[in-house]
Antibody, heavy 121, light 109 residues
Framework: EVQLVESGGGLVQPGGSLRLSCAAS????????MNWVRQAPGKGLEWVSYISSSSSTIYYADSVKGRFTISRDNAKNSLYLQMNSLRDEDTAVYYC??????????????WGRGTLVTVSS | SYVLTQPPSVSVAPGQTARITCGGNNIGSKSVHWYQQKPGQAPVLVVY???DRPSGIPERFSGSNSGNTATLTISRVEAGDEADYYCQVWDSSSDHRVVFGGGTKLTVL
């Protein structure tokens, strides 16, 4: 079955760190770019970060640049998000999403179910 | 930075047509993608590259994009279409980033 499964969420204090993982199965993980997208409680979708299939290209949203690090291990079919210096406003469900290159830009054709990160003292 | 503007809510009776707009500066020059998200679930791609449908998405879902407005059209709306809908583009004009619209809550009356 083609799927993405996130893990690693939980409760963390402001200023703390957390590492999210996303396990891919059912497709050739190394052929696809990957993304993290988050959704604060009751709010809309916010893109967090992008990594190309070979890890050669990485982008971040301004809101997380310098604090979050995206990485992947194609041998383990896994995507990661290292989150440092966490703030209250980072509280959200974090989704990993597979990127697919369309005519002119990428879209997200496969999503995981998400993992909840709560930043609170 | 590039901004996508969606109406917060759209209401439509069953069997009617719902149109959800996504406004952006010269959005017609970009590829627009649309996602459906039901409560407690992950988003699902319903339209990509302005007007194409992934396999498994009903033909009732269609899209268009021109000028400063992209539109997701849902024909013969059903109760099961009630959800939040988000438009998305890739903004390469300044710093590379993905941009989502604020989302539109579709209510089936």
């Amino acid at each position: 079955e083609v799927q993405l499964v996130e893990s690693g969420g939980g409760l963390v204090q402001p200023g703390g760190s957390l590492r999210l993982s996303c396990a891919a199965s059912g497709f050739t993980f190394s052929s696809y770019s990957m993304n993290w997208v988050r959704q604060a409680p009751g709010k809309g979708l916010e893109w967090v970060s992008y990594i190309s299939s070979s890890s050669s290209t990485i982008y971040y949203a301004d809101s997380v640049k310098g604090r979050f690090t995206i990485s992947r291990d194609n041998a383990k079919n896994s995507l990661y998000l290292q989150m440092n210096s966490l703030r209250d406003e980072d509280t959200a469900v974090y989704y990993c999403a597979r990127g697919f290159l369309g005519v002119a830009s990428e879209y997200f054709d496969l999503w995981g179910r998400g993992t909840l990160v709560t930043v609170s003292s | 930075s590039y901004v996508l503007t969606q109406p917060p809510s759209v209401s439509v009776a069953p069997g009617q047509t719902a149109r959800i707009t996504c406004g952006g500066n010269n959005i017609g020059s970009k590829s627009v993608h649309w996602y459906q998200q039901k409560p407690g679930q992950a988003p699902v791609l319903v339209v990509y590259d302005d007007s194409d449908r992934p396999s498994g998405i009903p033909e009732r879902f269609s899209g268009s994009n021109s000028g400063n407005t992209a539109t997701l059209t849902i024909s013969r709306v059903e109760a099961g279409d009630e959800a939040d809908y988000y438009c998305q583009v890739w903004d390469s004009s300044s710093d590379h980033r993905v941009v989502f619209g604020g989302g539109t809550k579709l209510t089936v009356l």
